[in-house]
């Protein structure tokens, strides 16, 4: 392949030089994302999703994450982030600043993570290689992978796919490909979490969420009384929440999924879901033998 119709093909500015045949060995692939697929806005948003959710979860651990192609490749944010997710801990050491060590600490905990997500037969689209090397779209494989395991109601956007193109080394010289390189599924309706009595509160009659609050609030007061505490706003006035829901869970008192993060971020449907919850068990008790209502209107 002429050096000039490559530049054509990757799309790379002058000056900007394009693989060389020996840097790839006989039969190597290489992927590129020619500029028009890193500007695509599927692409960008998918991106600032990843990193909105990877700030949030190591939010406590003063982590913040402002690039994705080059802060993820060490090893040190995945160490960190899949300890979270997994709760578990990784045997690697916590600062490595040579390259080889940097390189170690990704071996291990990409091989956590291989196990974790029970990947088996199935080749990952990433490996220490590539992302020690900051190939982006092994990394956003990783991280969608790592978000569909460990958070499945992350709202990833969907079908975000592509164009990338492949330079393989060969006899002859450079032989290049395009194609399209899919990184997340489409969206379907089995894909999205169960509707409930909030969801459709929120979206047909905005204007009774406050009644609705206030209700709530007198209901959670005359149980609270008791105790000498009271709630006086639902938003900010939540605490210990993982282990509260968690407790909800097994009971069976959460009919949608709700996240910890969700309540600590002042999110009204969540913190109404999770007391509603309540009242419905309450309701029960209080009326064991009687046929339960449905939902408030």
């Given at each position: 392949m002429e050096l000039e119709s490559l530049y054509d093909l990757l799309q790379l500015p002058k000056g900007m030089e394009p693989p060389a045949a020996e840097e790839l060995p006989q039969g190597g692939k290489k992927k590129y994302l020619p500029p028009t697929?890193?500007?695509?806005?599927?692409?960008?948003?998918?991106?600032?999703?990843?990193?909105?959710?990877?700030?949030?979860?190591?939010?406590p651990e003063h982590i913040?994450?402002?690039?994705?192609?080059?802060?993820?490749?060490?090893?040190?944010?995945?160490h960190h982030l899949f300890q979270k997710l997994a709760a578990l801990k990784l045997e690697a050491e916590d600062i490595a600043l040579t390259a080889a060590s940097q390189r170690h600490k990704l071996t291990v905990v990409l091989e956590a993570v291989n196990r974790s997500l029970q990947l088996e037969d199935r080749q990952p689209k990433w490996s220490v290689e590539t992302i020690f090397n900051k190939d982006l779209l092994s990394t956003l494989h990783l991280l969608v992978a790592l978000a569909k395991r460990f958070q499945p109601d992350l709202s990833l956007p969907a079908n975000v796919?592509?164009?990338?193109?492949?330079?393989?080394?060969?006899?002859?010289?450079?032989?290049?490909?395009?194609?399209?390189?899919?990184?997340?599924?489409?969206?379907?309706?089995?894909?999205?979490?169960?509707?409930?009595?909030?969801?459709?509160?929120?979206?047909?009659?905005?204007?009774?969420?406050?009644?609705?609050?206030?209700?709530?609030?007198?209901?959670?007061?005359?149980?609270?009384?008791?105790?000498?505490?009271?709630v006086q706003n639902l938003d900010t006035q939540l605490h210990n929440v993982t282990l509260a829901l968690e407790l909800l869970k097994e009971e069976g008192l959460l009919s949608c999924p709700v996240s910890p993060e969700d309540i600590v971020n002042k999110d009204a449907k969540s913190t109404l879901r999770v007391l509603y919850g309540l009242f419905c068990k309450h309701r029960q008790q209080a009326h064991r033998g009687t046929t339960p209502q449905g939902a408030p209107n």
């Open positions: 697929s890193r500007k695509d806005p599927r692409f960008e948003e998918l991106q600032k999703v990843l990193m909105e959710w990877i700030n949030a979860t190591l939010l913040v994450v402002r690039s994705l192609e080059e802060d993820v490749f060490d090893g040190l944010i995945l796919q592509v164009e990338v193109i492949t330079i393989e080394s060969t006899k002859s010289g450079l032989k290049s490909e395009k194609s399209m390189e899919q990184l997340t599924e489409c969206s379907t309706d089995k894909d999205q979490p169960p509707k409930d009595v909030f969801d459709e509160l929120f979206k047909l009659a905005p204007e009774k969420v406050n009644a609705v609050k206030e209700a709530i609030v007198n209901f959670v007061n005359q149980k609270l009384d008791r105790l000498g505490l009271s």
